[in-house]
């Protein structure tokens, strides 16, 4: 499906990933709100509110303001929140809740690029506490994900440090290319929003993945490959005998509050539909 093997003699390259939507079917942070809620971290009053956020996210069917107000609520909601009570719940509840949403494409994608000689680097707008352990499910060799603050008592203090949207995705690409060696030109990504066109154009080999109406507009005109995901496949089910993923994740990203990202995520969304209608 994919290219030759690399040649050792050339630079080096990469494959860059979005994650929701892209690699898995849903948002990830959203998904572990169930998780957050049996941990004391959340009311049921705002699991039902992420629930709605995460159908906002797959259907796009809230206007902007209703995004910003839910967006605004989310970035308070993890303020004193644990760092190490969120690690601990993800790595948890991680294989039942990620795990039977991975796509099938996107898994025999990243094992054709390492195949191939290229690193797999997860560039994603959630946050690290979510992404990074699911980068090291998929055996990623890089994440770049949202960084939120921890004050001095090991929580989170509701603002964002770092945020992994848009153009700072592109920036990020950018930074690793320079660190590591990679050929951008011979490079490749992957996504499914047109928030993430910076990111794509920053590469020789752009694809759209389930790609919303903007995204999907801009690949035609730009005649870059549009691919379908639509098989989550438990991995176990791609691997019998799988118990740890064969390469481990080398994170580039500090820790961050997953809250703070789901924040993020519902205002990508809003963004993405502003931009689509």
């Not at 898995?24 to 971290?41: P, R, V, W």
């Not at 025999?108 to 959630?126: C, K, M």
Request: aromatic share 8%; net charge negative; hydrophobic share 45%.
């Amino acid at each position: 499906m994919l290219m030759d093997v690399e040649n050792h003699s050339l630079p080096r390259t990469a494959a860059f990933f979005d994650l929701d939507k892209t690699v898995i079917a849903k948002s990830s942070t959203l998904t572990f709100s169930k998780s957050f809620y049996q941990g004391g971290l959340i009311n049921r009053r705002a699991v039902l509110r992420t629930a709605y956020a995460q159908f906002v996210f797959l259907a796009g069917g809230a206007d902007h303001d209703q995004m910003e107000r839910m967006r605004r609520y989310l970035s308070a909601l993890c303020r004193g929140w644990n760092v190490q009570q969120v690690k601990e719940i993800v790595a948890e509840t991680l294989h039942d809740l990620i795990d039977p949403i991975i796509y099938d494409e996107a898994a025999t994608l990243i094992e054709e690029h390492h195949t191939a000689g290229r690193d797999v680097v997860i560039v994603s707008t959630s946050g690290a506490e979510v992404v990074e352990p699911i980068g090291e499910l998929l055996g990623a060799d890089r994440v770049v994900a949202t960084r939120m603050v921890v004050g001095d008592d090991g929580c989170f203090t509701g603002e964002v440090e770092y945020y992994a949207y848009g153009p700072t995705k592109a920036e990020a690409i950018r930074e690793l290319a320079a660190s590591e060696g990679y050929d951008l030109a011979r490079c490749y990504a992957y996504s499914d929003s047109v928030t993430d066109v910076p990111m794509l154009e920053s590469v020789g080999h752009p694809h759209a993945v389930n790609p919303d109406r903007a995204l999907r507009r801009e690949a035609l005109a730009r005649e870059w490959p549009i691919l379908d995901f639509h098989r989550p496949v438990r991995l176990k089910q791609r691997f019998p005998a799988f118990s740890v993923p064969p390469r481990p994740a080398l994170v580039a990203a500090a820790a961050i509050g997953a809250a703070a990202a789901t924040a993020g995520l519902v205002w990508y969304a809003s963004r993405r539909r502003a931009t689509a209608a």
